[in-house]
């Protein structure tokens, strides 16, 4: 099956590169094959001119190009007469050579071996990831990034979706409460078209002793996070639906972040400063020579190429895979991945970020994120950061939690479940991952482990990812010996330039001349032709999970239920797909979309399953059709 690139891989295939791509192509055995077959047809007196002609006809089929090079050197040696023996014991050489040396016939570009030099290469495609490369280039660095699937696949486009002020950690976490109430501030500043500024709230349900409060505030106080207490009949009614009983109310500047705007909005800012984004490529190896790491071995998981990227630093920031990522190198980084799930309700059921005002637990945090509201979340330690299983308990744990946030919050309709890994670094061992904290660990590899070319960056939080990078490109430019400053802190992100925050009309307001003119195909999420089009183009792939995390495709009440397969269509059409490529991208998205529906199959949304699935299995009989 044919996949497609995005314009980031496409760009790296055909060698724009400003960090030097060199393809070694390994074509050796073609020519040595052609010219065996043209000293043949150089022999074969009677055929001298049908054989020149044969060789320019070869000439014009570039596929075989390497054999026609071939081929034409063996018809000139065939030709001269007089060193026909000469030839023919070349051509034997030639033959056995090209046996040893390359397979026939000739293998398709799997076996393209590439190469690549640059000064810094970062692993990892999260908030992280995106905000080390950006720094890094506009530092003037040549840098390059790989991430094994799409950017924001892994934790970053998995999380709970608030910019956090501090308040949470202002008790238990100061020096974490501080690191996110300096970058909330800056990041209102830098990257505002991200964010929606719904503010915060902190309140004392009857499940919470009101006496924390005071706890709360001279926690915010020593952090620098602003706080103030408002009555609970103000908090009421900016807030109509939260629980009656509650006994304090307090505001900070929480609000809530769309990440995957984030890491884009990163990752074309460092694009236009020189970097490379290589996504679907995984790191397989770290190279090392003389006690240093010297760069990675690659796999494109696309087509099963290999690339090595030469590197004069690494930086590893690989979230909640760090750990294995410096295990590559032989030095030990504990990161505990820390589960935690969420699940987003239809409705904004409030429209302010709404704490529970006592020690951070589960279920004690409601964020309003675009159309719909999300509950969450768990903290369990987990082994493996890619299984990560969603139980019932869990589901019935964030649903009554919920409850006692917003009364009749188990009537509202549950659209989907899902759960993403923390990566919580813990230089020693702990038995509760809620007791380590979420702050940032910058190591150092070539101070600590005698490692050089090689830094990691771990922990923290969305929110402070954009200090998180300043401080390991901070760390890289030292391995480097240079010494340039950090402008992330003033420079805005494209589309934040005029620093206006997003709000939850915004998106209609844009479209609202649109839907008489256009087609609509996610009614759920607003989407025209027109756009899902321009961003199939743009983003170049077969894959319509790319599609949704671009544009929130499907991620309404319906979950793709109505606009997938009118999705598929255009994207077979777009994309130039064959109907088994456009068969398969269907059925994935529905399995991924499956996913996060089965965990929360009751009312609303089981009525919604059974419809989709009358839609699909029974109208449209998804399981026969062909891949
Ligand atoms: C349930 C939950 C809720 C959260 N809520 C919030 C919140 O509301 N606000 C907030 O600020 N923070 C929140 N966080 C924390 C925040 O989401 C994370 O700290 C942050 O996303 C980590 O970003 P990262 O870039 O370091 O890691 P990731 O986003 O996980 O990025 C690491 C990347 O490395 C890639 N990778 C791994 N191995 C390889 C390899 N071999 N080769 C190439 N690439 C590789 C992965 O695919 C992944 O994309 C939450 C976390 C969880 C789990």
Not at 228 to 249: D, F, M, N, T
Not at 275 to 301: F, K, N, P, Q, W
Not at 421 to 447: G, K, M, Q, W, Y
Not at 484 to 505: D, I, K
């Amino acid at each position: 099956m044919r996949r497609g690139l995005s314009p980031l891989r496409e760009r790296h295939e055909t060698g724009r590169f400003s960090t030097g791509l060199v393809v070694l192509v390994d074509s050796f055995g073609e020519i040595a094959v052609g010219a065996a077959l043209g000293v043949v047809l150089g022999l074969l007196d009677p055929l001298r001119e049908g054989s020149l002609v044969l060789v320019l006809v070869l000439g014009l089929l570039a596929a075989l190009r390497e054999v026609t090079v071939g081929a034409a050197f063996g018809v000139v040696l065939g030709l001269l007469d007089p060193l026909s023996e000469v030839a023919l014991v070349l051509a034997l050489f030639v033959l056995h050579a090209s046996s040893v040396l390359s397979p026939w016939p000739p293998h398709e570009p799997e076996g393209l071996v590439a190469s690549l030099e640059t000064e810094v290469l970062v692993i990892g495609g999260g908030s992280t990831g995106a905000g080390v490369v950006r720094d890094a280039a506009m530092r003037g660095l040549k840098t390059v990034l790989v991430e094994r699937k799409d950017l924001a696949e892994g934790t970053t486009g998995r999380f709970h979706g608030l910019l956090h002020s501090g308040g949470r950690y202002a008790v238990k976490d100061p020096e974490a409460a501080k690191e996110c109430i300096e970058e909330n501030l800056i990041l209102r500043r830098t990257a505002a078209d991200c964010i929606e500024d719904t503010g915060g709230l902190f309140v004392s349900t009857p499940w919470d002793d009101p006496a924390f409060g005071d706890t709360f505030v001279e926690g915010c106080r020593a952090t620098g996070v602003p706080v103030e207490e408002i009555s609970v009949a103000e908090a009421l009614q900016r807030e109509p639906r939260l629980h009656p009983g509650i006994s304090r109310a307090f505001t900070v500047p929480d609000a809530s972040i769309d990440a995957w705007k984030l890491v884009w909005g990163c990752a074309r800012s460092a694009q236009e400063h020189g970097a490379e984004i290589l996504i679907y490529h995984r790191v397989v190896r770290l190279e090392r020579s003389d006690g240093r790491v010297s760069g990675a071995l690659v796999r494109d998981e696309l087509t099963g190429g290999e690339l090595r990227i030469h590197a004069d630093v690494v930086v590893n920031a690989a979230g909640a895979w760090a750990g294995q990522i410096a295990e590559l190198a032989g030095c030990r980084v504990n990161v505990l991945p820390g589960k935690g799930i969420m699940i987003a309700m239809n409705h904004r059921l409030v429209n302010t970020v709404i704490n529970r005002c006592k020690v951070p637990a589960d279920g004690d945090i409601l964020v309003p994120i675009r159309t719909v509201s999300v509950i969450g979340t768990t903290d369990t330690r987990v082994a493996d950061p890619d299984d990560l299983e969603i139980t019932e308990a869990e589901v019935q744990e964030m649903l009554d939690e919920g409850e006692k946030l917003v009364p009749g919050f188990r009537e509202a309709r549950a659209l989907r479940a899902w759960a993403g890994a923390r990566p919580l670094f813990a230089p020693e061992e702990v038995a509760d991952t809620r007791d380590v904290s979420r702050s940032h660990a910058l190591i150092d590899h070539r101070e600590r482990d005698g490692v050089e070319g090689l830094v990691t960056i771990t922990g923290g939080k969305t929110t402070t990812f954009r200090l998180m990078a300043e401080v390991a490109v901070d760390a890289a430019c030292e391995q480097l010996g240079v010494d340039r400053p950090c402008r992330t802190a003033e420079e805005p992100l494209p589309g934040s330039e005029g620093g206006e925050f997003y709000t939850l009309g915004s998106r209609v307001r844009a479209r609202e001349p649109v839907p008489r003119l256009q087609e609509i195909i996610c009614e759920c999420e607003l989407i025209t032709r027109e756009r899902l089009e321009g961003a199939m183009e743009w983003r170049h792939t077969p894959n319509l999970d790319d599609i949704r995390r671009t544009l929130r495709l499907g991620m309404g009440p319906c979950q793709g239920g109505f606009c997938i397969y009118r999705a598929t269509g255009i994207l077979h059409s777009v994309e130039r797909l064959d109907h088994l490529a456009a068969n398969e991208s269907l059925l994935s998205f529905l399995q991924e979309r499956w996913k996060g529906v089965h965990p929360i199959l009751y009312g609303d949304q089981m009525r919604q399953a059974r419809l989709d699935d009358w839609i699909f299995q029974g109208l449209l009989g998804v399981q026969r059709l062909p891949t």
